[in-house]
T-cell receptor, first 121, second 110 residues
């Protein structure tokens, strides 16, 4: 079974530039997550999609970050314009279910991609 | 709001046992995950508890007390490769939002 695919693996940009990350979840997974992980900290949830709808974006800095999941499959996360404090690893994850009427609790297990390491100079 | 507390760092000796504690406060609790993350890598699933009690899986066990908002991860027969960060993550809300703690960096030495 193919895992969660992310690209690019690394990205270096200057502040005020734009950047986009791409994620292709595991086939059949309804829920897709974008996390930001700053060095030495735990992953911070930015946005959660259930199919192609947003179910949580409470911690997404909407003045500069945007994300979409067209057709309920792959997703892109964009930062425009980038700031120095956006330097982090951006992790995409997917899970099978994500809703309360799940049959198997472990369907909520998240599978993570390798992440995109962003450096803003 | 949500709050997750776990120790920042721990050290242990190869072959020993270590317990990593986690306390949490969430709304709409649906279970708790433990993930392992090696430096420079993505988190990988270790365990999931939804009912009170101990879940054992090989060298790793995880315990949950819902009434106390408390969980721990127990690692036995420590190996050098167990040096990693261990992330406590309660699942909450109608759409099962997974929020991670800051993680506990475990260093295993000979």
């Amino acid at each position: 079974e193919a895992g969660v695919a992310q690209s690019p693996r690394y990205k270096i940009i200057e502040k005020r530039q734009s950047v986009a990350f791409w994620c292709n979840p595991i086939s059949g997974h309804a829920t897709l997550y974008w996390y930001q992980q700053i060095l030495g900290q735990g992953p911070k949830l930015l946005i959660q999609f259930q199919n192609n709808g947003v179910v949580d974006d409470s911690q997404l800095p909407k003045d500069r970050f945007s994300a979409e999941r067209l057709k309920g499959v792959d997703s892109t996360l964009k930062i425009q314009p980038a700031k120095l404090e956006d330097s982090a690893v951006y992790l995409c994850a997917s899970s099978l279910e994500g809703a309360m009427d799940r049959v198997e609790a472990t369907n909520e297990k998240l599978f993570f991609g390798s992440g995109t390491q962003l450096s803003v100079l | 709001g949500q709050n997750i507390d776990q120790p920042t760092e721990m050290t242990a000796t190869e072959g020993a046992i270590v317990q990593i504690n986690c306390t949490y406060q969430t709304s709409g609790f649906n279970g708790l995950f433990w993930y392992q993350q090696h430096a420079g890598e993505a988190p990988t699933f270790l365990s999931y508890n939804v009912l009170d009690g101990l879940e054992e899986k090989g060298r790793f066990s995880s315990f949950l007390s819902r009434s106390k908002g408390y969980s721990y991860l127990l690692l036995k027969e420590l190996q050098m490769k167990d040096s990693a960060s261990y992330l406590c993550a309660p699942l909450s809300g109608g759409y099962n939002k997974l929020i991670f703690g800051a993680g506990t960096r475990l260093a295993v030495h000979p």
